[in-house]
């Protein structure tokens, strides 16, 4: 069985680390880079970074943050927001990183999935999911809904066909953000993790709403994912890499305790 992975999620805004619940009320919380290293000293399986407002102003992505961090952590890291083209993603893994994660640039241009994978390998591209639950409909069938720009524009397309489609056209993984668990710190959005891994067969990620070990190994357990993405608990010191890894360990989940 593959060892699953603990990913801590950076979220970045103008340069600094920042953190809000349920995509809103962001606070600077810090440095990326200094947090990213301590992440790394402490045995992450690798760390995700998202420049959070990047798509919703319109600009590129934070390649001076991107190089910074390749030049102090030797793990895999993925970068994403405000990335549009496939110019952008060379950018991006040319100045250190070894994913791209697109989200609302692969909503608004499928096309980029399916340019990224042929120039770059699947295993460098990375969808990012933004999902919030809404009234199932005709249009959203299983009742979760995608939302781009950071949570601001709903597209009225269905997340279990859009995690089917991105796999189709190339992506090595998908990354489930639950918008309604975000932050809040009481457990990842099992029913959407589930389904979305049961649709597809490449990796999924769960992410948004951490809060406990037992937490995480509900998400790589019951969810189904092949990794669980942290944030606020590791972010405010209420757990450190290593605590969580013995924990989950310690329930049974099979882990990389050491580089």
Sequence with gaps: MLSKRIIPCLDVRNGRLTKGVKFEGNVDIGDPVETARRYYEQGADE?????ITASHEDRGIFLDVVERVASEIFIPFS??????????????LVAGAEKVSVNSGAVKNP???????????????????????????????????????????FMGMDAIEWAKTCEALGAGELCVNSIDADGTKDGYELTLTRMIA????IPVIASG????PAHMYDAITKGGATAALI????????????????????MGAKLRMVW
């Design 47 to 51: 760390i995700v970074f998202y420049d």
């Design 79 to 92: 970068v994403g927001g405000g990335i549009n083209t496939v110019e952008d993603m060379r950018a991006v």
């Design 111 to 153: 096309d980029i999935i399916s340019q990224g994978a042929a120039a770059f390998g699947s295993q460098a591209i990375v969808v990012g999911m933004d999902v919030k639950q809404v009234e199932k409909s005709e249009t959203i069938p299983s009742g979760y809904e995608i939302v781009i720009h950071g949570g601001r524009k």
């Design 198 to 201: 049961d649709a597809v067969s």
């Design 209 to 212: 709403g951490a809060g406990s």
């Design 231 to 250: 944030a606020s608990i590791v972010h405010y010191g209420q757990y450190t890499i290593p605590d969580l890894k013995r924990q989950i360990s310690g």
